[in-house]
T-cell receptor
Framework: QQQVKQSPQSLIVQKGGISIINCAYE??????FPWYQQFPGKGPALLIA?????SEKKEGRFTISFNKSAKQFSLHIMDSQPGDSATYFC?????????FGAGTRLTVKP | GAVVSQHPSRVICKSGTSVKIECRSL??????MFWYRQFPKQSLMLMAT?????????EQGVEKDKFLINHASLTLSTLTVTSAHPEDSSFYIC????????????FGQGTRLTVV
C-alpha cells in the first residue's frame, strides 16, 4: 500500500509562476520529510527537507509547508523556471527507511 | 552531503544471466543501505534494507532468492539480479545511511538495467 500520497500527477506552469505539489502520509512515526528532484536517467537529488517540529522551511525559491495535525506537507516553487522541469518526489522517512510518493512531473513553459 | 557511488551506471545483459550492482559510500560508513527499483515513469519502490554484517530485510513481494543483497562492509553493498529476465529491466537505486544520521540517507546515481 502507498504510505505517501502525492498530487498532482503532472503539472504545467508558466515561467515565473508558482508550482505547488502536495503530499499526505499515514504513519505518524515518520520523522523526516524530504523532497527530491529527478531528471531523466538520473538518481533522485535532495532538494529540501523538513522535520515535524517545524511548520515551514524556505530555501531560495523552494518552500516546504508542513501540517502535522493534518499529516500533510507541500512544496512550493516560486518564480518557476524552465530548468525546474523535472519529476518531483515527496518522501517520508523513519531512520532512513524512506517511502516515496508517486511523483509529479513538472513542466515549466517559457 | 555525503557521497554514494553506484556502479555500473548502465548494464545490458542477456536473459538468464546474473548481474551485480555495487553501491559504495565514499566518505562515510554506511551502517544501513537501501535498495530501490524504479520502473519508467513510476516512483521508487523499496526492495530491501540491509544492515552491515546481517541478512537483508526484503519488502513484501520481492523475491530474496532472485535479488541477492550482500552488505559485507561498512562502505559496500551489492545487489545481484540472478537469472535476469526482461521484466527485471528497471532503474535500480541504492541509498546509504550512516550511524550518526537517524533520518537522512544519501542516494547513488542509479543503475539502468536492460535485460535482452
Amino acid at each position: 500500500q502507498q504510505q505517501v500520497k502525492q498530487s498532482p500527477q503532472s503539472l504545467i506552469v508558466q515561467k515565473g509562476g508558482i508550482s505547488i505539489i502536495n503530499c499526505a502520509y499515514e504513519n505518524t512515526a515518520f520523522d523526516y520529510f524530504p523532497w527530491y528532484q529527478q531528471f531523466p536517467g538520473k538518481g533522485p537529488a535532495l532538494l529540501i527537507a523538513i522535520r515535524p517540529d517545524v511548520s515551514e522551511k524556505k530555501e531560495g525559491r523552494f518552500t516546504i509547508s508542513f501540517n502535522k495535525s493534518a499529516k500533510q506537507f507541500s512544496l512550493h516553487i516560486m518564480d518557476s523556471q524552465p530548468g525546474d522541469s523535472a519529476t518531483y518526489f515527496c518522501a517520508a522517512s523513519r531512520s532512513g527507511d524512506m517511502r516515496f510518493g508517486a511523483g509529479t512531473r513538472l513542466t515549466v513553459k517559457p | 552531503g555525503a557521497v554514494v557511488s553506484q556502479h555500473p551506471s548502465r548494464v545490458i545483459c542477456k536473459s538468464g544471466t546474473s548481474v551485480k550492482i555495487e553501491c559504495r559510500s565514499l566518505d562515510f560508513q554506511a551502517t544501513t543501505m537501501f535498495w530501490y527499483r524504479q520502473f519508467p515513469k513510476q516512483s521508487l519502490m523499496l526492495m530491501a534494507t540491509s544492515n552491515e554484517g546481517s541478512k537483508a530485510t526484503y519488502e513484501q513481494g520481492v523475491e530474496k532468492d532472485k535479488f541477492l543483497i550482500n552488505h559485507a562492509s561498512l562502505t559496500l553493498s551489492t545487489l545481484t539480479v540472478t537469472s535476469a529476465h526482461p521484466e527485471d529491466s528497471s532503474f535500480y537505486i541504492c541509498s546509504a545511511k550512516g550511524a550518526r544520521s537517524n533520518t537522512e540517507a544519501f542516494f547513488g546515481q542509479g543503475t539502468r538495467l536492460t535485460v535482452v
